[in-house]
């Protein structure tokens, strides 16, 4: 093969390594800007890869005309990038060194501000005069000669490098544990690499070869083998610093970044390679190139995400849910199996939809018996609660029977307007899990006795379906209850003070916490009882929030307006959606507290409009403030973690 075959080859191949890099870099610089920015860690990583993507976007523009009279500005703005890659991995350095514990007690941070204002200035003059490029030349390859100051920069990048290096052999010596050893040391091993690839060697190259002819062939096979580099080792530093800055599990993060990786990186190299190899096919076959790249461009994508959505649980499987992983395997097959209670809602309708239009009758309800009594679970048609309340008790009364012996459809109770049917989980003997009620037929149809079979025999089938749903929804019901105590368990300790993975422990700002719900929910109680005025208001441990203290400003300085601000959007925010209603499932916790506290009514003036008796009505009640307490608890959390970003930053 012939030198210029080697020459277009690589030219051809150096490319494709630059747009990967672009990708590469963009992708995870992305990622970094979705995560935890605040974070020291993470903040100066993205810098340096802002740095990265900008000098190879440059380079990518350089190569799709490098005969442009554009291509002196495109190598100019490159040195946006170049002069303060010094900077960044100084930057990168002292951050990791400081996540051990060794935290700066000044000359490190003023050593790291001087540093980005000597690369601004480098920045500046590269861009804006000869000092550090000049005389642009187009042949063989577009490059920029050297001027006087390049040896500055040189000298000021070698330095730089060199303290870097120097201080993330200091932070890798200080890790106490094999896990932390470990990635410090990748990052050690390949921290210098991406920063290296960055250096303009193409000035370099000018400073060898003046006087003498200059060989493409070998700058192209050493910018081949520098890209290269650059990539393996750019996702190598990616990796171990994707774990900075988070307090999600590993198996969390290796699992986000596996799903951005296929989604964004792998995707869009694949993408590019298809546009490439279908521009040189289209012209092989003899057509037009922008329609072929259209229909294979999109072709792929389909394709590919239908791939990954297939591969994906199995790459899991292989990287992240491992055999020390079974636990997590099972908590990803519970959030993939469990029902929320919008999917439950979903069920239902369909199951009574279903009813309806088997016995070709307008309206159906579900009615769920609790320890509180019965309760609207779903309806579909023109029926209110009230009358699917009234029909339970009627029907029964009418046959002069207790409606939880019958079950069969001959038995059906019947009711001026509905015929009632008991659900139970495993039959008769079981307990009553509710009704599930249908509009009875006024002129039923003509059918054969085969048909009636049939319609029976259906509707005992959406019968059962109904029962086990109910079932279901009463187990997972206590599943939740159990997460929900868990996760505020853990947001408790979150809260107290957390312990980074190389053993650095960050204080929360000092405020006065409740040890568990109960007693969170015993102020917000009181706060409530007197939310109009009172010594309960006045004097109630919740003043000291945060999230009040935010609140002065808007409320004249006073803190018990401010709390009455606050409890008033906690329970508005309970408020669902639709017209409301006094005995519907989904408006109870509202109806109370807006009722009880907002409107200020007795416990006997409430609970006989919410169709409730008085030990139901504060069991339902307890369970109104420790969502009211729940939410605060979430505000409170939220300033928190803010403040402690802002304090870290």
Known sequence: MSRDFWISFLEFSNNALIVTIVMGAGSILIYNLSRNLWDRVTRANSILLTCITIVSIMDGLIALDPKSDTVEIWLRLQWVGIAFVPAAIFHLADALLTTTGLVSRGRRRNVRRALYVLSAVIMLLATLSDLFIHDFTARPIPYMRVGPLFPVYAAYFITSAVVAYWLVWRARARCRTAKTYQRMDIILKVFLTPGIGLFPYSLLFDMVNRGHNFDVLIFRSASNLANTIVIVMLFSLAYPLAFFGTSKPDRVV???????????????LVLLGVMLSTLRVSEILGLKSEDFVIVAVMGTVVLLQWLITVSLPLLEKWFVFTRN?????????????????????????????????????????????????????????????????????????????????????????????????????????????GYMGIQARKMPPELSDGEKELEMELFHMLMDRAARLLADAQLQSQVFDVLDALMMQMDSLRLEGRVDKFGQIYQQPPTQQPQNLTEWAEWVHGALKDLWGGPKLADSELLQLNIVQQELEKNGSSPTRALQTILTRVIESLKPEGERSLLNNDWVLYNILEMRFVQGKKVGDVAPQLAMSEPNFYRKQKSAIEEVARQLWEMEKSYLETHQKNGNS
């Open 325 to 433: 992983n079974i636990e997590g395997h099972k908590l990803r097959q519970i959030s993939q199996r469990l029902l929320t209670r919008a999917d439950i809602k979903q069920l239902e309708e369909a199951i009574l939809a279903a009813a309806c239009d088997l016995l070709r009758v307008d309206t159906a309800f579900l009615l769920t018996n609790t320890p509180d009594g019965l309760t609207i679970e779903h309806s579909v048609g023109s029926i209110s609660a009230e009358r699917a309340v009234e029909s339970i008790q009627k029907s029964s009364s009418q046959n002069g029977r207790n409606s939880e012996h019958f079950y069969a459809y001959d038995d059906v109770i019947i009711g001026d307007d509905f015929w009632v049917f008991p659900l139970y989980a495993n039959g008769d003997d079981s307990p009553l899990l």
């Open 254 to 268: 290796k699992a986000e970044i596996l799903q951005f990786s296929l989604r964004g990186t792998f995707t869009a």
